[in-house]
């Protein structure tokens, strides 16, 4: 077990970006520690820059091979972190059925902090620190909780279908436009005209319908 959490701890976790790995950081260790190359040589020989060589050679020459392992970017220290007694008040007082929002007025503290604490602390909730009890559905015979709700439609006048609200839109627009044609002003003066100067018929005119029925 020992050696399992061992491994685990030291198990290598390389992002995307990574030039190199853990057996290329190693060799590239080895080439300046014993072999003796200059870190230039090495760092062309690996594709890297010679600050990222110098980087793993100062650690290899350091830590030995556990230095060449990832390290986690996070903070060792975080200034604001919460005291551990505050944390223990805040635990008491939402065992108490305190809710965030009063717990972080009592203790004047930021009530996204408290909310924060009382998630990681799986505290967010009542039912998970068994202060609620959990809601059964339980009945004697299967079936017993099916539920059928039929809902008639609204009464529609006439029934159902579709409906033109204006009658004149159930005529063709053919038919509209002739009718509209013929009721235009501007045409009985055309008309007009064209009696009263005896103008011979053209192309135009053979080929406009309205005006071949006159």
Known sequence: MASNSVR???????????ALSWSGRRRL????????????????????????????????????????????????RVANRTPSERIEV????????????EIAELLEMALSTVSGILRRLRMGKLGRIGLEQPVRYERSRPGELVH??????????????????????RRSPKTVARRGWQATPHRR????????????PTCLCRGASPTRRL
């Not at 685990?8 to 990574?18: D, F, G, I, P, Y």
């Not at 760092?43 to 990222?52: D, H, N, Q, T």
């Open 8 to 18: 685990r701890r030291t198990r290598r976790k390389l992002h995307a970006n990574a």
């Open 29 to 76: 260790a080895k080439l300046v520690v014993v072999e003796g190359w200059t870190l230039t040589a090495a760092a062309a020989a690996c594709g890297v820059s010679v600050r990222c060589a110098r980087k793993w050679v100062g650690r290899y020459r350091t830590e030995g091979e556990h230095g060449l392992r990832d390290r986690s970017s996070a903070p060792r």
């Open 90 to 101: 805040i635990v008491v007082l939402r065992r108490l059925r305190f809710t965030a929002a």
């Open 148 to 169: 059928i709700d039929v809902k008639k439609l609204g009464r529609i006048e006439g029934g159902a279908g579709k409906r033109v609200a204006d009658g004149s839109l």
């Open 189 to 200: 003066l055309g008309v007009r005209a064209y009696r009263g100067r005896r103008l011979q």
